[in-house]
């Protein structure tokens, strides 16, 4: 199994990227945040790959361009 510090704690997560750590836990059980969760009950808690950051981030830059591009399109087409 990989080392601890391998993975960031909600909190850890949630701080990097400067959001609340109860928006991390919705995009991990939505699904768009990879990790695997650590106990049983209300006391569990989720581990997240440290690679989900660069992940994330080449997501949002990918999305920023295409609209970027989409922005470009509509005013060429605009006449």
């Known amino acids: 199994m990989d080392k601890e510090e391998d993975f960031y704690t909600v909190m850890e997560f949630s701080n990097k ?3 609340h750590p109860n ?4 995009l991990v059980k ?3 945040i990879q990790s695997f969760r650590i ?3 209300p006391r569990s808690d989720y581990r997240i790959p440290k690679t989900e950051i660069s992940r994330i981030c080449e997501f949002d830059m990918m999305k920023l361009i295409e609209r970027m591009i989409d ?3 509509e005013k060429k087409n605009v006449p």
């Open 17 to 19: 990227l400067r959001i």
């Open 23 to 26: 928006t991390v836990r919705k």
């Open 30 to 32: 939505s699904g768009k």
């Open 39 to 41: 106990g049983e009950g």
């Open 71 to 73: 922005e470009k399109m």
